[in-house]
């Protein structure tokens, strides 16, 4: 595979060139890792960006029948769409893929839009870099519009919002008691909730749903990033396709607001940065699983059990002697 050609079939928004380089950037070898790495850096001068949406919400809440007509809302006023998933593998069956497919069938056909399943990683940091160099090539690719989707489940919001420029959660209709489902941590990362359904007999039920969570917003620290009113709960129907250009109009609202008052450039720096640091994290402990550091961890490991050299003696000597400098 020619990089220079991937670089210019990618940039002049080529279907199979951006699938290639995304299995590029997908594969474990190591030497499609350095070509990708090559690959990212020749695209970065484009300085193209998109607005990168990330999207969470618990199974069956809606979020494939939301993105459906979201995206081909957006495709249909002529922005190009690229939908991502964000899933530890666990907590995804192997028929929700297909679920996926005909719950997103007509955006999937749409030639405005892209749309990439999960990867089979069971690793959350594995996805979460793939994801990212996903969305640098789609970027590349002039893409309008990145939505990063995640299932509700541990840790992935958190990686969703850390490359999201806008992060929305949906939630389903519920009585009192549900709404304390919701973590605090969630909604603290929320720049937009939706409750969906609000259609036939949920209706009501949708729209006290949204008051409450609304009223639980107001209550959360005022934050630097966000002008008044924000964050916001609304309703919409992604069955029906209502509320979703209102939606669109808010999200466009908080995000010409952040652009115009610096905080989304700060928001990409920052996380540029917080990405730098967790790739050094991971290719630091990478090393540790391979030779020589192994061998030298479990002939260490082997001396501080028999109490010959204490835990901490153990660490500096491997510290230094393999981790510093070339070692
Ligand atoms: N009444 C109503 N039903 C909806 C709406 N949106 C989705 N549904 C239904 O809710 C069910 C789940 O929808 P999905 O879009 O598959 O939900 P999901 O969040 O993608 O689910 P997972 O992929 O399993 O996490 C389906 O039966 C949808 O038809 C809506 O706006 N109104
Ligand atoms: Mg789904």
Redesign the pocket.
């Known amino acids: 595979m020619d990089i220079e050609e991937l670089t210019r079939g990618i940039a002049a928004g080529e279907r199979r060139a951006l699938a290639r380089g995304i299995t590029l950037v997908e594969s474990g070898r190591a030497d499609h890792r350095a070509r990708a790495t090559e690959l990212l850096e020749a695209l970065r001068p484009l300085g193209r960006q998109a607005l990168r949406i990330g999207l969470s919400?618990?199974?069956?809440?809606?979020?494939?029948?939301?993105?459906?007509a979201f995206g081909l809302m957006l495709t249909g006023q002529g922005l190009r769409v690229a939908v991502l998933a964000v899933d530890p593998s666990s907590a995804?069956s192997g028929g929700?893929i297909l679920?996926?497919k005909t719950?997103m069938e007509h955006l999937s056909r749409d030639p405005k839009a892209f749309i990439r399943p999960s990867p089979s990683q069971t690793h959350l940091g594995g996805v979460a870099r793939r994801t990212r160099e996903v969305i640098n090539l789609c970027e590349a690719a002039d893409f309008d519009v990145i939505l990063i989707?995640t299932?509700g489940v541990g840790q992935s919001e958190t990686v969703v919002s850390e490359m999201s420029d806008l992060f929305v959660l949906?939630l389903a209709p519920a009585g009192g008691d549900e709404l304390q489902g919701v973590k605090r941590g969630i909604m603290e990362m929320a720049d937009l909730i939706l409750v969906?359904?609000?259609?036939?007999d949920?209706k009501p039920l949708a729209m006290r749903t949204c008051a409450d969570y609304a009223g639980a917003l107001r209550l959360l620290r005022k934050r630097a990033q966000d002008p008044e009113g924000f964050p916001k709960a609304l309703t919409?129907?992604?069955?029906?396709e209502?509320g979703l250009e209102k939606a669109w109009e808010e999200m466009q609202a908080l995000i010409d607001w952040r652009r115009e008052n610096g905080h989304w450039a700060a928001r990409r720096a920052d996380q540029a940065c917080f990405w730098f640091a967790s790739e050094v994290r991971e290719g630091l402990l990478a090393r540790l699983t391979r030779e020589p550091v192994k061998g030298a961890m479990a002939a260490l490991s082997e001396r501080v059990g028999k109490g010959e050299m204490t835990a901490a003696a153990a660490a500096r000597e491997l510290l230094d002697g393999y981790l510093s400098g070339r070692g």
């Open positions: 919400g618990t199974p069956g809440v809606g979020k494939s029948t939301f993105i459906e995804r929700s679920g996926d719950r989707e299932v949906l969906n359904k609000a259609d036939g949920l919409v129907s992604a069955l029906e209502a």
